[in-house]
């Protein structure tokens, strides 16, 4: 059974933490004044209400300087910001005189103040208002909206979040790929590709080092391995990383994921990346005769160099 502290409900702080684990957007909803200067604030609370008619919904304090304004506006937008726009997000919620200075905005087409660069934007006439405890919820019918490519900002336990810009930047810090040759009793252990076909566990989360990412590897495949010594380096020049390879020796116990397979003509056409296949050629060829060397080169060719006795 589920247990509450009902006391948790008269801890506003608690509250707030945990309706902040949901992850939203991040918007400014905009209008214009009765003079014609431009209003706006910073919102994480809005959603899509209905598409016939095209209604949206955003939330507004009460206790907001803004309050009259948008109360008895005629007309808002909202704009959902890109994940370059943290610092556009900041100045919308920080208590600044004219928010607008130092944003670049043109009026929309149906009057509302519309910010440059957005993921999106919804100009709406006001549908309806409806109190809400603390909050005002501001509705509005879509009269015109648009959209552009580029990622939207998100937010979450009091956080920004951007993951289309972090994968980037964790590509660009690493661009290098891990791999476990996990070898048992002359088989090898092969995971599905997600494509209907076979590879060896491998990751590129190698911001820790190569020596944890490997570690991390040989765990998720549910069993206990030794990690060996490196059996292929090699840039893949189509993908723009590099490839590590490292050969270890398996202790007796089934996988979790995956299964050792022996290396086959049969299993090997099932193995979809062709420098993946051509090390597990090698690897093959190698085992028959006890005699591992190390490769250097691309995916196409290279050169392999022998272990020395005793390494």
């Known amino acids: 059974m589920i247990e509450f502290d009902p006391d948790t409900l008269n801890d506003p702080r608690a509250l707030r933490n945990a ?79 004219d928010r607008f200075a130092k944003v670049g905005w043109q009026p929309g087409p149906h009057g509302s103040p519309i910010l440059d660069d957005v993921s999106a934007w919804f100009d709406c006439s006001m549908f309806n208002t409806v109190d809400a405890g603390d909050h005002l919820i501001l509705i509005g019918e879509v009269k015109a909206f ?24 964790m590509s660009k810090r690493t661009g290098m790929i891990v791999s476990a040759l996990i070898e048992r009793n002359g088989k090898i252990l092969l995971q599905d590709d997600g494509n209907g076909g076979l590879t060896i566990p491998a990751t590129d989360d190698v911001a820790d080092g190569a020596n944890v990412a490997l570690a991390r590897l040989i765990s998720d495949s549910g069993i206990q391995a030794e990690p060996g010594f490196v059996f292929s ?3 893949d020049e189509a993908r723009k990383h590099q490839h590590i390879s490292f050969l270890c020796q398996a202790a007796d116990g089934a996988p979790q994921n995956g299964a ?40 196409v060719s290279g050169e392999v160099k022998p272990l020395t006795p005793g390494s």
Not at 29 to 41: A, H, I, K
Not at 56 to 80: G, H
Not at 147 to 162: D, F, K, N, S
Not at 264 to 281: G, H, Y
């Open 233 to 235: 380096v090699y840039q």
């Open 146 to 169: 648009d959209q552009e490519i580029a990622p939207g900002l998100g937010y979450a336990r009091g956080a920004y979040v951007t993951p289309a810009a972090e994968a980037k930047a």
């Open 19 to 97: 309706f902040g684990t949901f992850m939203t957007g991040v918007t400014v909803v905009t209008t214009l004044e009765d003079t014609g200067q431009p209003l706006g604030f910073t919102a994480n609370s809005f959603a899509s209400v209905s598409l016939d008619p095209p209604l949206v919904l955003v939330c507004l304090a009460n206790s907001s300087r803004n309050y009259d304004t948008f109360a008895n506006t005629s007309r808002f937008a909202i704009n959902i910001l890109a994940e370059s726009q943290i610092e556009v997000s900041n100045t919308f919620a920080r208590p600044v005189e």
């Open 260 to 299: 050792y397979t022996e290396l086959n003509a049969s299993t090997l056409m099932d193995v979809a990346d062709p420098a993946i296949c051509t090390m597990l050629e090698r690897f093959a060829r190698e085992s028959r005769i006890g005699n591992f060397g190390v490769y250097y080169g691309n995916e």
